[in-house]
């Protein structure tokens, strides 16, 4: 599922939900402003969650 996700995303989604990072790591450690992170983070996280319904009855099939 993470593949469904943009580069930019990705990166923000993975260091921040698998490597535990804060916002203010993932900004300083990618150039980014705080809110961009909390942005990026914000929108994957509802990506995956509208992905999931439809990834959980592919994988019951």
Request: glycine share 4%; proline share 2%; no cysteine.
């Amino acid at each position: 599922m993470l593949d469904q996700l943009d580069d930019e995303r990705r990166a923000v989604f993975v260091l921040a939900e698998l490597e535990g990072m804060t916002a203010q790591e993932i900004a300083a450690g990618l150039g980014l402003n705080v809110n961009t992170v909390y942005s990026r983070l914000r929108a994957a996280r509802q990506q995956l969650e509208r992905a999931l319904p439809a990834a959980a009855r592919t994988e019951v099939r």
